[in-house]
């Protein structure tokens, strides 16, 4: 991977960034951004890292998490200099209308909008865009941007890589998951990263209540035309005294069945109104379906929300399904 | 790692070879059985790979498995030389009172009997004994004995040797994940295995029943002093068409709870009688609670049976568990 040389001199000759990833974020998203401050700000640079969200639970045991703030409101964004992490448009990271003296954006996701995605999505944000959608992660991207400045990979910032190179490839089981990621993960481990404690924490950390709820999410169960989908209600949390944040990940687990097509998860967001989350394996494109119903997402994970009835939701995906590639990409 | 110099100069030496590995074989015993077989045959030799159990139909996609043979008639062992994989005795491999021309070990578990394992015990069974308590898999140390004979790594041992080295750590989860782990598995990827493939049929190719039957398993359970327990019945199998071989893993799921020490899986084999399978984290050590019952295992994986109504075998664990340390090994 070739970093650009524009971003070299950005980052060599800048002295403040605002370093920003999407909303909602995950492993890669915070792993990238904490790992990034630290190395700039080894090299004497002033760095504030943001999200709109907070960091979710999961990702407190990052070394550095603490630094994210989750307002613009203590400076003054036009004073600094933007680096966009994990992805491609300020509408993504919930910043859309601040402006930067000068942009960077690094991400690994694909710049052109998906089959379907929303109007407006802005394709090319940034004075310099370094986007590399063959990349595993945007860890990926982080790792060899400071190999290449030659900062010392310490401990904390290899926990912070080698999480969000492990959440980005469900920790080496995708198919983005290749000879180079499992070489950049033996240099983490090498630099101080811990597999076994970072595996515990990013999977075995869940409280009993949010495994109560993954039980009664699994007893919900509908197989139909290879669609295999499982609910989580309102009722559910306050049974359990769970929330929304529990749910993270559940709509991974029927996916271990071989004749599955897709694992489809309604969470209940409202009345009537339901989240939709979409997972599937290999060729199964859930990204157009999730676009039928102006959501989002990539080929396996893919989201939308819809307002009708469980029973409709259910039926209208199944619909949807069955339609796709009739009615929209012709590409495979 | 160092391969011995009287291991390489047996493997030139002699022309015909028994290989063989434990009852109940998982990845690594099949991967390591299968690729060394492959490996030596390419030298033009001649190889017999046996197992007193079948291949476990996860492990049906390796390529080479039906290799194995599950009996020893068809063949004089005392004309070969026996190779044991993945367990250092006799008795582990069913195959004690067989005689061979001469034998090695190649093992990573630890020769010494643990602390209450079963007397009679072959602690020092074989001519050559290649045993490596610290190496992650027996899958590794056959990929450096394949390096130092200078045979070429082809596709189909890359697989079966990464399918081995991701069983025994968890895919590059547990705590015997290292860089030096990593690093082999980029080499085997580089030569053919894909972690994706790989991953799918270890993980993810179960039939609807099994996952029905998993639900039922974790409706049953309880927690009680930090062990959570479930159980599957006969009367489970019956209800969903399944059989024990598809409990496999099930002992795992109630791992992802932070506050559970130990994750206890109760499966019945006869009227009031019970196979129990246990699972910790970290320091917690079953392998000496399984030892009260004359079971046996690793610090965080082990197993015995026992006869008793299941509430009672439920309270004996619970007991066993409190008086473990007091009781029994006083190492940490």
Redesign the interface.
């Known amino acids: 991977m070739k970093v650009p040389r524009k971003l070299l001199s950005f980052l060599k000759e800048k002295d403040n960034f605002f370093i920003a990833t999407h909303i909602n974020p995950e492993g890669d998203a915070i792993g990238s951004a904490v790992a990034l401050s630290m190395a700039l700000e080894s090299q004497g640079k002033k760095t504030v890292v943001y999200d709109r969200d907070i960091v979710p639970e999961f990702c407190r045991f990052l070394p550095g998490h603490e630094r994210f703030k989750n307002s613009t409101l203590d400076f003054q964004p036009s004073a600094f200099n933007l680096i966009l992490l994990d992805c491609n448009s300020l509408e993504r990271a919930g910043i859309e209308g601040l402006s930067f003296k000068y942009s960077a954006v690094i991400d690994h996701h694909e710049p052109a909008p998906l089959c379907g995605a929303r109007p407006g999505t802005e394709e090319n944000f940034g004075d310099i865009r370094w986007v590399e959608p063959e990349a595993a992660a945007t860890g990926m991207m982080i790792f060899y941007l400071i190999k290449e400045i030659g900062i010392k990979i310490t401990r904390d910032i290899a926990i912070n890589l080698y999480s969000a190179i492990a959440v980005d490839t469900?920790?080496?089981?995708?198919?983005n998951?290749?000879?180079?990621v499992?070489?950049v993960?033996?240099?983490l481990?090498?630099a101080g990263a811990?597999?076994?404690y970072i595996?515990?924490h990013l999977?075995?950390?869940?409280?009993?209540e949010?495994?109560a709820l993954?039980?009664m999410a699994?007893?919900s169960?509908e197989?139909r035309d290879e669609i295999a989908m499982t609910v989580v209600t309102t009722r559910m949390y306050k049974k359990t005294g769970t929330g929304p944040e529990d749910t993270e990940n559940f709509s991974n687990f029927?996916?271990?069945?071989?004749?599955?097509k897709i694992s489809a998860f309604f969470r209940e967001i409202g009345n009537n109104y339901w989240k939709v989350s979409l997972r599937s394996?290999g060729d199964v494109n859930v990204a157009t379906v999730a676009a039928l119903f102006k959501g989002g997402g990539h080929r396996n994970a893919s989201g939308y929300k819809i307002k009708a009835s469980l029973e409709s939701a259910k039926e209208s995906l199944i619909k949807a399904v069955k339609s796709e590639h009739r009615k929209f990409c012709h590409k495979p």
Request: hydrophobic letters at 40%; zero cysteines.
């Open positions: 469900g920790t080496f089981r995708y198919n998951t290749t000879a180079e499992l070489m993960g033996a240099e481990i090498a811990s597999p076994a595996s515990n999977y075995e950390t869940w409280s009993k949010r495994f993954l039980i699994l007893n169960i197989i029927p996916r271990i069945m071989k004749d599955i394996r």
